[in-house]
């Protein structure tokens, strides 16, 4: 079985930062990608940044520069620093791995920013 549990998230006046934890836990495989996906109201959900075990990252054009996703010495975990956040950010966010074509997600944590 998989799981992924997130912390962090919260409120957040713009301009300001805010960090996630994600732990995987189960039959996880190190060798995964893991990342970060966020979904506003009324809008899909989309890709925010991933990691591959080499240290390779993929980053939403909207978040460039401003956030930072990485992977823990412990295996299986997951970060993302969000600095200079916006008003546009605000939604829930899920920590994500694909394994053998499924996809996993962790409970989802709102983030909401405030102009």
């Known amino acids: 079985q998989v799981q992924l549990v997130e912390s962090g998230g919260g409120l957040v006046q713009a301009g300001g930062s805010l960090r996630f934890s994600c732990v995987g836990s189960?039959?996880?495989?190190?060798?995964?990608?893991m990342g970060w996906y966020r979904q506003a109201p009324g809008k899909q959900r989309e890709l925010v940044a991933a990691i591959a075990v080499g240290g390779g990252t993929t980053y939403a054009d909207s978040v460039k520069g401003r956030f930072t996703i990485s992977r823990g010495n412990v295996e299986k975990t997951v970060y993302l620093q969000m600095n200079s956040l916006k008003p546009e950010d605000t939604a829930v966010y899920y920590c994500?791995?694909?394994?053998?074509?499924?996809?996993?997600w962790g409970q989802g944590t709102q983030v909401t920013v405030s102009s």
């Open positions: 994500n791995t694909r394994q053998f074509g499924f996809d996993y």
């Open positions: 189960g039959s996880i495989l190190r060798t995964n990608v």
